[in-house]
């Protein structure tokens, strides 16, 4: 599967403030909190009405050492997680799973490396979903 995704019966703000604590404790930092509704009706774009925060994320410390063995892993920068009011009218956490985001980087470093991101973020999505 592309993704990780849970189920939370938090609310988004309420989700978002859980997940940027349990990233802490893993060691992940929230670089951006881009909040896509505000955005596009700042645009003009009233009618839009599902709420998406999509929160870039990172460890410098994983990001150094990755990019130490590829410098092609810059195109999948900063991690993401996306924390949304679902269709189906509860909220929902997820991201894209860095280990399919690597499957053609051929290096099994780097996947190995992936791995481990993927099994750290999945617990910290977790943990915020509880």
Not at 36 to 61: A, S
């Amino acid at each position: 599967m592309f993704d990780y995704t849970v189920a939370t019966n938090k609310s988004v703000d309420e989700a978002v403030e859980a997940l940027t604590n349990s990233l802490k404790e893993v060691k992940f930092g929230v670089l951006w909190d881009f909040d896509v509704k505000e955005t596009l009706h700042n645009k003009g774009f009233e009618d839009f009405t599902q709420t998406f925060r999509i929160l870039e994320v990172c460890n410098p410390k994983a990001a150094s050492e990755v990019l130490e063995m590829e410098e092609k892993v810059s195109y999948f920068l900063p991690c993401k997680v996306v924390v949304y009011s679902s269709k189906d009218g509860g909220t929902k956490i997820g991201m894209p799973r860095p280990t399919v985001l690597m499957e053609n980087i051929d290096q099994n470093d780097v996947k190995e490396f992936a791995k481990d991101i993927e099994k750290t973020m999945i617990k910290a999505i977790d943990e915020a979903a509880k």
